[in-house]
């Protein structure tokens, strides 16, 4: 199985969205648990990321003998075997010819390119691909907020991926929890039941039994877990502003982004200007929705691209090199008893710092 993890309209399709009363308004209204890769159903930002399937989905391992027939004399090496070996992708076939684990009569090829001759074996060493194979725990310190027997509430830093994905197979958030708590190895995505991306901080909650992990993942599709943020962006942003309601989906310029599509998903973020200077505001935004970088391209959309987030046009400024985005507060029922729970947590330092200089230099 593969997982992948994720804008400007250009030339997405013209909404029918317009400004009422400041709002911009639409007129629409896990995969893998560590021990053994599985999809696990989860809400709004985790289901947002569909993973494709793979070719290598459930592929063998170990040794297989192959023979180059005549029609497929002079095709190159790669191809041949991704035709052979279907259950295979190409890229995954290409590692293993560089690795070393592919033999022309006896001798190894490490070159994909390389032309394949009727008559000659092939062998082929299979291995699983990263994708596929078990999670490891992987000790690293964790900043745990709040905690009982049904969750953990943490504060992710900037720089950590939450979920193993394509060029991030280890020292994830993922890896750390098993290493944290081993009995989440028997829970899809070990808990995780939403994501930040990796270069935003702020508040997690995980959920540690089966049992919890329903009640937040159905929580979370009802739209009643409250989720707060602050956001350093660009430009002034309009004291009335107090809204943005359109639909997002990927980019069709870029499988990278997302962005403002007509066909898109539902997506709501409530925004709140705490301060400006004359050439940065400083905000508070409200999820309704969990869309895969809902915040970056809502604020992007309408002119004020978060700080020093490059994906969506925002340039580095008050020492921030990493988009300016935190999750400061989480509130939701308690998955096993109903009592409200809410946790907060004050950003890093180059947040804050910049955070300050907005706030005092400027007017509410």
Same mark, same amino acid.
């Given at each position: 199985?593969? !997982?992948?993890?994720?804008?400007?309209?250009?030339?997405?399709?013209?909404?029918?969205?317009?400004?009422?009363?400041?709002?911009?308004?639409?007129?629409?209204?896990?995969?893998?648990?560590?021990?053994?890769?599985?999809?696990?159903?989860?809400?709004? *930002?985790?289901?947002?990321?569909?993973?494709?399937?793979?070719?290598?989905?459930?592929?063998?391992?170990?040794?297989?003998?192959l023979l180059v027939a005549a029609q497929h004399h002079g095709d190159r090496l790669d191809r041949w075997l991704a035709h052979s070996l279907a259950r295979h992708s190409r890229s995954h076939l290409q590692s293993l010819i560089e690795a070393g684990a592919v033999t022309i009569d006896g001798i190894a090829s490490q070159q994909p390119s390389r032309k394949?001759?009727?008559?000659?074996?092939?062998?082929?060493?299979?291995?699983?691909?990263?994708?596929?194979?078990?999670?490891?725990?992987?000790?690293?310190?964790?900043?745990?907020?709040?905690? *009982?027997?049904?969750?953990?509430?943490?504060?992710?830093?900037?720089?950590?991926?939450?979920?193993?994905?394509?060029?991030?197979?280890?020292?994830?958030?993922?890896?750390?929890?098993?290493?944290?708590?081993?009995?989440?190895?028997?829970?899809?995505?070990?808990?995780?039941?939403?994501?930040?991306?990796?270069?935003?901080?702020?508040?997690?909650?995980?959920?540690?039994?089966?049992?919890?992990?329903?009640?937040?993942?159905?929580?979370?599709?009802?739209?009643?877990?409250?989720?707060?943020?602050?956001?350093?962006?660009?430009?002034?942003?309009?004291?009335?502003?107090?809204?943005?309601?359109?639909?997002?989906?990927?980019?069709?310029?870029?499988?990278?982004?997302?962005?403002?599509?007509?066909?898109?998903?539902?997506?709501?973020?409530?925004?709140?200007?705490?301060?400006?200077?004359?050439?940065?505001?400083?905000?508070?935004?409200?999820?309704?929705?969990?869309?895969?970088?809902?915040?970056?391209?809502?604020?992007?959309?309408?002119?004020?691209?978060?700080?020093?987030?490059?994906?969506?046009?925002?340039?580095?400024?008050?020492?921030?090199?990493?988009?300016?985005?935190?999750?400061?507060?989480?509130?939701?029922?308690?998955?096993?008893?109903?009592?409200?729970?809410?946790?907060?947590?004050?950003?890093?330092?180059?947040?804050?710092?910049?955070?300050? !200089?907005?706030?005092? *230099?400027?007017?509410?």
């Amino acid at each position: 199985m593969n !997982r992948r993890g994720s804008g400007a309209e250009g030339s997405t399709p013209q909404l029918e969205g317009r400004l009422e009363s400041d709002e911009y308004r639409s007129r629409s209204e896990p995969r893998s648990p560590p021990g053994a890769p599985q999809r696990a159903e989860a809400a709004d *930002d985790l289901l947002d990321e569909a993973d494709d399937p793979s070719a290598d989905e459930a592929a063998p391992e170990g040794p297989v003998d192959l023979l180059v027939a005549a029609q497929h004399h002079g095709d190159r090496l790669d191809r041949w075997l991704a035709h052979s070996l279907a259950r295979h992708s190409r890229s995954h076939l290409q590692s293993l010819i560089e690795a070393g684990a592919v033999t022309i009569d006896g001798i190894a090829s490490q070159q994909p390119s390389r032309k394949v001759a009727a008559g000659q074996r092939v062998r082929v060493m299979l291995s699983l691909p990263l994708s596929q194979r078990p999670f490891e725990p992987q000790p690293m310190a964790l900043d745990i907020r709040q905690q *009982d027997a049904h969750f953990y509430v943490l504060c992710k830093p900037p720089g950590l991926v939450v979920h193993p994905a394509a060029g991030h197979w280890s020292g994830t958030l993922l890896n750390g929890l098993l290493a944290l708590d081993p009995g989440l190895a028997s829970l899809p995505r070990a808990g995780i039941v939403h994501r930040l991306d990796k270069d935003t901080s702020g508040l997690m909650v995980v959920a540690r039994t089966v049992l919890a992990m329903t009640a937040l993942v159905r929580s979370l599709a009802a739209h009643e877990v409250r989720r707060e943020y602050q956001a350093l962006v660009h430009g002034t942003v309009s004291a009335s502003l107090a809204r943005v309601d359109l639909p997002l989906g990927r980019d069709p310029r870029s499988r990278v982004r997302m962005a403002v599509v007509g066909s898109g998903k539902p997506a709501r973020t409530d925004i709140r200007r705490v301060g400006e200077d004359g050439r940065f505001s400083a905000v508070e935004c409200r999820l309704h929705t969990g869309r895969t970088h809902q915040i970056r391209v809502h604020l992007s959309h309408v002119g004020h691209p978060l700080v020093a987030d490059s994906l969506y046009g925002g340039a580095e400024a008050l020492g921030m090199t990493r988009q300016a985005l935190h999750a400061r507060q989480l509130a939701f029922k308690h998955p096993a008893g109903g009592a409200p729970v809410r946790v907060q947590a004050q950003p890093p330092a180059d947040f804050q710092s910049a955070w300050e !200089r907005v706030v005092a *230099d400027g007017t509410g």
